[in-house]
């Protein structure tokens, strides 16, 4: 018998005197404050032609590395490997995405493409701090759910792979196994306390004071899977609509409030009573949008009372949740969902972008990554996090897509702990200080500083990022009966919880007992 523990919140609001705040926290952030301090300097020094200032050409990646270094942490090992080769598995993806041109490393040409030239530098200056020489092992788009490329090394004891960034739908895959893995604690080199690494996936992956994975900079499409709510500027502005940002910054930004602007802008923009594409919508979803909603709106899918786990996502809130959401996602005059469009390859590149970027929507939830392909859109956009509960929610918080969240794990074929460690410092250091910053401008930057809070939201999405070790393993299939609640149009949270219960804890209880006992 589960029993449905009473709400309690504590009051909180984000106001907009607080915002900067958030800029002085971290490296990264006076790395956007740099990016955008020059920006402004540009722009005073062009606007008086009488001025006597001699023009000057100052890179942006020079000055943001340099503000950044000067607070960093980091400090070069001064190790010679004399050019010892460490293999890195990590995504190549051919896919039709905008971020998958990109890849962990890269040793091509700088080519202007500001996250591609980042990458690049990254590279080099790892290679050069270290002498080493950095290998990718392509993994492929098919591999993203599978862990076979790696562990047939792993099982035949061969030391082939040093590091290894398995998507969140893979993960579950190392950690079933955990004599796969190295416990990353054992590596002596390595320092998972530094800014470079999110602590809240340091937290959330230690089980029984092993930690086998963890989150940060290194992580590159990390940088892409947050969910976050697009909205379109111009369609706020043509209907009149109260401006989200405040709502974010004042603290009211709430699941009522997102249903209240998406169903105020939605409209039969031909008037023939039928719901066609020349309509315009309040919201583009997926199916599984409900479960990312319920992570932001408070709920935690589990809960750690020392080395044990308790299933706490199905509660009187949850069920709250699903009453408010799936008839709002399940209107076909008021969102689009893939459900009910048939007859595309890839609805979302067929369909859903484009008419997003056509004004025929007012939001559209899903990966921080499609702000790549909205770089061509005519209209400004802007970034929201996922909605609060209700205004007495304590803090904004944020999931991401299990097929796009990178872990880093290390086989336990590894022999070279010292060599592992300076490099994984090196990486998260370098990228922190180069990737990630290139990634917020050009998805950010380069469309949304128009707003002025863009870079502010950016942070807080990754700053209040959720991880959660049953969202990891699924145990049971949990996240997809809330899931089948939007693809089955039901509310009935109890009912479909309660028929998977004794499979979900039972999945539960083998994991642990498989982790604890390593």
Known sequence: MINIPANSHTKFAISERMVPLMYKRTPFSLAILSLILLSQLAACASSDPDSNTVETTTNASDETTTVAEETSEYVSPGVDYEGETFTIAAMDLDMVY???????????????????????????KVEEDLNVNLELYPLTN???????????FIYAGEDEIQVTFPFTVALKNYLGTPSLLLDLNSIPTLDLSHSWWDQNSIEAYNIGGKQY??????????????????????LLEEYSLDDPYEMVFDGTWTIDKMIELGRAAANDVNGNS???????????????????????????WSKRDGDEIN??????????????????FRDPTVTMIPNDYTGYTDVFQELF????????????????????????????????PLPKYDENQENYRSTTNDHW????????????????????DAMGYYSQQLVTPAFIETTVLDKTLRDENSEAIIEMIYDTQVYDIALA?????????????INNNTTNFSSLYASSESAILAAMDKTMEELLDT
């Open 473 to 485: 393993f699924n145990w049971g299939g949990l996240t997809g009966i809330v899931g089948n609640m």
């Open 405 to 424: 969240l990178d872990h880093m794990v290390v086989p336990a074929t590894n022999a070279r702990l010292e060599l592992t460690g300076h490099v994984l």
């Open 142 to 152: 098919d591999d993203r759910a599978t862990i076979d490329k790696v562990t047939r």
């Open 311 to 328: 299933i706490t996502v199905y509660n009187e809130k949850s069920m709250n949740i699903a009453d408010m959401l799936v008839p709002f």
């Open 213 to 234: 994975t963890a989150v940060g900079d290194i992580c590159f499409f990390a940088k892409c899977a947050p969910i976050v709510n697009f909205f379109n500027k111009q």
């Open 274 to 300: 039928t719901v066609d594409l020349e309509d315009t919508f309040g919201c583009i979803a997926e199916s599984t949008s409900l479960g990312y909603f319920f992570t932001g709106a408070g709920i935690d």
């Open 353 to 384: 972008l484009p008419h997003f970027m056509a004004n025929r929507s007012l939001f559209f939830s899903n990966q921080l990554l499609l702000a790549l392909d909205f770089r061509e859109m005519e209209a400004d956009f802007g970034v929201l």
């Open 98 to 124: 905008a971020v998958t041109n990109y890849t962990m490393i890269s040793h091509d040409e700088e080519t202007g493409d500001v996250i591609n030239d980042a990458i690049v530098q990254m590279t080099r």
